[in-house]
Nanobody, 124 residues
């Protein structure tokens, strides 16, 4: 089992940047494919980005491609989401998720473990 804790959310102006972090418990972080999802008010939770457990493959939602970068540091048991050129439409609660092994996990139900979320608000 793994526990996930997100941090790094906040309020930023449009065009700005934020870096989200997700710290995972346990000694087997390197065997988990990690993902980021987000949920805006009144909307369903949606896929943002994922990085495979090997760290060799990343996938992004079209809406964030070229602006967001997912990465992982297995020595720190942490996955990151660097968000640049933020837009008001990026405003949401961002969730970190984990699943053992796996590749190209793009759907909410592909993941077994979830963090509590961190709020990102982008003002215009």
């Amino acid at each position: 089992q793994v526990q996930l804790v997100e941090s790094g959310g906040g309020l930023v102006q449009a065009g700005g940047s934020l870096r989200l972090s997700c710290a995972a418990s346990g000694r087997t972080f390197s065997t988990y494919t990690m993902g980021w999802f987000r949920q805006a008010p009144g909307k369903e939770r949606e896929f943002v980005a994922t990085i495979t457990w090997t760290g060799t493959n990343t996938y992004y939602a079209d809406s964030v491609k070229g602006r967001f970068t997912i990465s992982r540091d297995n020595a720190k048991n942490t996955v990151y989401l660097q968000m640049n050129s933020l837009k008001p439409s990026d405003t949401a609660v961002y969730y970190c998720a984990a699943v053992l092994y796996g590749s190209r996990r793009l759907r909410e139900w592909d993941y077994d473990y979830w963090g509590q979320g961190t709020q990102v608000t982008v003002s215009s």
